[in-house]
């Protein structure tokens, strides 16, 4: 609309509706101007951090560990969450069921008190917390009740009176939740009345229950600034005591929740539902519908260490901000084991775009592709990785038996394919270089027989779900010129890594020359004549290859030392950086641990960086069953301890997605970084552990000095062989002491003399006894 022109009979009311529009636009303006909360939770705040029981993942629950930890890991303003049980004399303790079996020592404390009451109708048997007083309390234990938990920890693990908590540790918020009322009442203690008392002492900001009676006994208990009252929903199918209703039937009726709590508590599957193989379906409503009622909505059933719907990749992250950042809603509170991982994604991870800006750098390298969502070396993997934001894919090469360079995981097709299963079962041969058993190896198929074949996801965890079911045969594997291409065509990714084992093996007894296969691929698809700007890295664990490469000039080499090792000599590494520009280690040469402890950190790392060799580090999983319990079950935290604490240069994963994602993560552009994303103190887990269940010391020669006790690697012994290719050679001084002999797989390779044979470089060493400077575990 133009404002100045017009006829002059229209002028007046023109000017007049100029004067309206730019009133609103103005309006629209300071509207649009106001910073609007991000947050899409009933307040506008960010959702609250509920720490169930306290750092319940980690120490007993309901224990003053649990609760310290809880409060000094997690984010500004979290809510500690005590399950009050009655004792006895009417006392409120904190534990989270009516009977103790299951979370402390009681039975073999008081072998004898087991008892049986009705609960909600039903006989039930145990060790009910109303048969002990306060004083025979205090001399049970607190212990984790699952599995999945360590044992070990037995510091402050008495059981927690209610009050104690509170005046103690003085939380942000402090939540009571009384999940049997009714039972209290019927053997007549009064829980109305301990909360009532205990509010004057101290401040409860939230009491929640299952029973709606209960509700209407503390209404108008409690001042005006009294504690929040949430109706917490059981499963669905499970009955009300109050209004004999289904809690899903109550569910159709939020207005009248409204009417006597000001929030509800809800497991996981009533926003976001799953199928019966642990997809996600798509959310209900509620989490809207609760909001429009006016209904706070809390969710629990957090936990790092139990199964969640396959759409996250075993990424509590992910979980978390599907509940609270997903467009459509925010839930208003989290109930976790886990706290520390709940406040670092509403803190950290939410509301960062998959365009946010890189706040750390390092390389997010993939381990055979994205194989935990795909089978590895699939074009489907590869395609996730780059989706999911990796800067290097990779490929390990293996030869068909008619010379077609392909990735595959292995050298052997029966564990990353249903081979075993199709009549080219027949192949299956004995080599004793790689396996004492049979297996169908890949340069016993043609590229065409390989090609048909039906890829297979590989779970590494036995003990744990399988990873996607859903895609367990998907994709094919791809020839290498293929996996180049695909990697050509991303503008995401700064390299590609291309693997390379067994090449002695397959030059000399399968006439295969993986190398050249190689060199001929990256030339035919364009990476050796400046067509692409994707670089590309060799890696093997056989410097021998990498020396070839090396002379190319145009490859970044990588030397992957597959063994623990504990420490590295400068001379291990001078030899390393005549063939090398990067080294692979693995987890356990950065953070050793003893029963999935951390007990130190080595300085591996650092000897190399100072080198000036880039370490990057495999392998990172997203599955809890791969960390020790030091990184709290959380691929994010373990990452984070080896970027910021570490200082690698890149991380090797199957689970791409998290490493690119911790990258953007808002938390580490801050100028005091927040507890939840600190690395984590190495060894610190330790110290909450009881002399009698520490981990096993690790050997004394580890803490052995260099200086104490080195010795110089051998010369160089130059040997010459004219009639054979290769020769293993180790004309070692003196026997090798058992320890050395440990070590002496990787000691081989780096102290190590040069020996030119046939246009080859060898690296053989030797170790004397007592000369131990590069140890491995196994
Ligand atoms: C013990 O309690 C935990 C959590 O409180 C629960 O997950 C587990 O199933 C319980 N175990 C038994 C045997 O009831
Ligand atoms: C429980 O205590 C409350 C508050 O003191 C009181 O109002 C109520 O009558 C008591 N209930 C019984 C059954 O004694
Ligand atoms: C609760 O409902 C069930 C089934 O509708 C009925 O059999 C039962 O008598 C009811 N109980 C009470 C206390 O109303
Ligand atoms: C919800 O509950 C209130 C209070 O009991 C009742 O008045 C209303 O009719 C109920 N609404 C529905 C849809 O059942
Ligand atoms: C979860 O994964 C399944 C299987 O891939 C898919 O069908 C479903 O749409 C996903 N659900 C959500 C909410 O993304
Ligand atoms: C991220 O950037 C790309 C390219 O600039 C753009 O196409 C995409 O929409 C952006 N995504 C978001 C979430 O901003
Ligand atoms: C590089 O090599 C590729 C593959 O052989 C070829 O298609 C391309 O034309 C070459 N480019 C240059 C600049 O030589
Ligand atoms: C490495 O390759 C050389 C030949 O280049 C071979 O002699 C040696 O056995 C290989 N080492 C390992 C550990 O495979
Ligand atoms: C590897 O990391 C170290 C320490 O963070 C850094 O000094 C070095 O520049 C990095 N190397 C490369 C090639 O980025």
Same mark, same amino acid.
């Given at each position: ?588 040469? !950065?953070?050793?641990? &003893? =029963?999935? %402890? ?5 300085? #591996? @790392?650092?000897?190399?960086? +100072? *080198? ?90 580890? !803490?052995?000095?260099? &200086? =104490?006790? %080195? ?5 160089? #012994? @130059?040997?010459?062989?004219? +009639? *054979? ?54």
């Amino acid at each position: 609309m133009n404002c100045r022109r017009g006829n002059p009979t229209m002028r007046a009311s023109t000017v007049l509706l100029c004067g309206v529009v730019l009133i609103q636009l103005f309006a629209a303006q300071i509207h649009s101007q106001r910073p609007k909360s991000p947050w899409q939770t009933l307040s506008g705040d960010a959702p609250l951090v509920i720490a169930r029981g306290g750092f319940s993942g980690l120490f007993p629950d309901s224990s003053i560990d649990a609760y310290t930890f809880a409060m000094r890991t997690s984010a500004a303003g979290v809510v500690l969450w005590c399950d009050v049980q009655l004792t006895k004399d009417g006392q409120g303790i904190c534990f989270p069921d009516l009977t103790m079996s299951n979370g402390s020592n009681v039975e073999s404390v008081y072998p004898k008190r087991q008892k049986i009451y009705p609960v909600n109708g039903i006989p039930t048997q145990g060790w009910f917390t109303i048969d002990f007083t306060l004083r025979d309390v205090k001399e049970i234990s607190l212990n984790p009740g699952i599995w999945t938990r360590s044992d070990m920890f037995n510091g402050n693990v008495e059981i927690s009176v209610v009050q104690k908590v509170a005046t103690m540790l003085k939380p942000d918020g402090f939540w009571l939740n009384v999940q049997h009322d009714a039972f209290y009442a019927q053997q007549n203690l009064n829980m109305s009345s301990f909360l009532i008392s205990t509010s004057r002492i101290v401040s409860i900001d939230y009491i929640s229950s299952p029973e709606m009676n209960f509700f209407r006994k503390i209404a108008g208990h409690f001042g005006h600034a009294g504690p929040s009252f949430v109706f917490q929903f059981l499963e669905k199918e499970e009955i009300e005591p109050t209004t004999n209703q289904t809690y899903g039937s109550i569910l159709r009726n939020l207005t009248f929740v409204k009417m006597f709590a000001s929030g509800i508590l809800v497991p996981k599957s009533y926003i976001l539902p799953l199928d019966d193989n642990q997809y996600l379906l798509p959310p209900t409503s509620l989490a809207q519908d609760a909001h429009k009622a006016g209904l706070k909505v809390y969710v629990l059933g957090f936990a790092n260490d139990v199964d969640i719907a396959y759409n996250y990749s075993f990424d509590p992250v992910s979980e978390y901000l599907s509940f609270i950042d997903n467009g459509d809603f925010s839930v208003d509170g989290v109930l976790s084991a886990f706290p520390i991982t709940a406040s670092a994604s509403v803190d950290c991870f939410s509301h960062i775009g998959s365009n946010a800006t890189k706040q750390v750098d390092f390389l997010v390298i993939s381990k055979n592709g994205a194989s935990a969502d795909y089978p590895g070396c699939t074009n489907l993997a590869y395609e996730k990785a780059i989706k999911d934001g990796a800067d290097v894919i990779d490929c390990s090469v293996q030869m068909s038996s008619d010379g077609k360079p392909f990735c595959s995981s292995s050298i052997d097709l029966e564990g990353t394919t249903t081979v075993a299963q199709t009549p080219l079962r027949d192949r299956s041969v004995t080599i004793p270089e790689i396996s004492s058993v049979a297996r169908i190896y890949t340069f016993s198929l043609t590229w065409s027989e390989i090609r048909n074949l039906t890829p297979e996801i590989i779970s590494p965890y036995t003990d744990y779900p399988l990873r996607n079911p859903n895609e367990k045969n998907s994709g094919k594997l791809i020839l290498l010129s293929e996996f180049l291409n695909l990697a050509k065509e991303s503008t995401s990714l700064s390299s590609v890594m291309v693997s390379i084992e067994n090449a002695m093996y397959l030059r000399e007894k399968q006439g295969l020359d993986v190398i050249k296969a190689v060199l001929d691929t990256l030339a035919e698809t364009g990476y050796r004549n400046g067509t692409t700007n994707t670089k590309v890295m060799i890696q093997s664990t056989n410097s021998s290859v990498l020396v070839d490469f090396k002379k190319q000039n145009q490859y970044q080499t990588v030397y992957k030392i597959q063994e623990t090792v504990r420490d590295i000599q400068d001379s291990g590494i001078e030899y390393i950086k005549k063939f090398a520009d990067a080294v692979v280690i693995q987890k356990q040469s !950065v953070f050793p641990e &003893a =029963d999935r %402890f951390v007990t130190r950190k080595t300085n #591996v @790392v650092e000897r190399l960086q +100072k *080198s000036r060799l880039s370490v990057y580090v495999e392998l990172f999983q997203n599955e809890f069953a791969s960390q020790p319990y030091d990184f709290f079950s959380d691929a994010t935290i373990e990452i984070n301890s080896y970027i910021t604490g570490i200082g690698i240069n890149g991380t090797i994963t199957e689970f791409p997605f998290t490493a690119a994602r911790y990258k953007r993560n808002r938390c580490l552009g801050q100028k005091q970084t927040p507890p939840y994303m600190t690395p984590v103190k190495t060894g610190g887990l330790l110290k909450n552990i009881s002399p009698t269940s520490l981990p096993p010391a690790e050997a004394p020669r580890l !803490v052995i000095t260099d &200086a =104490d006790v %080195f010795e110089p690697p051998l010369p160089p #012994v @130059v040997q010459k062989s004219p +009639k *054979s290719a290769v020769r293993t050679s180790s004309t070692c001084a003196q026997e090798p002491s058992r320890q050395t002999q440990l070590a002496l797989s990787f000691i081989l390779s780096v102290f190590a003399s040069l020996m030119r044979e046939a246009g080859y470089l060898y690296l053989i060493g030797c170790q004397q006894p007592g000369g131990v400077a590069v140890l491995s575990d196994e």
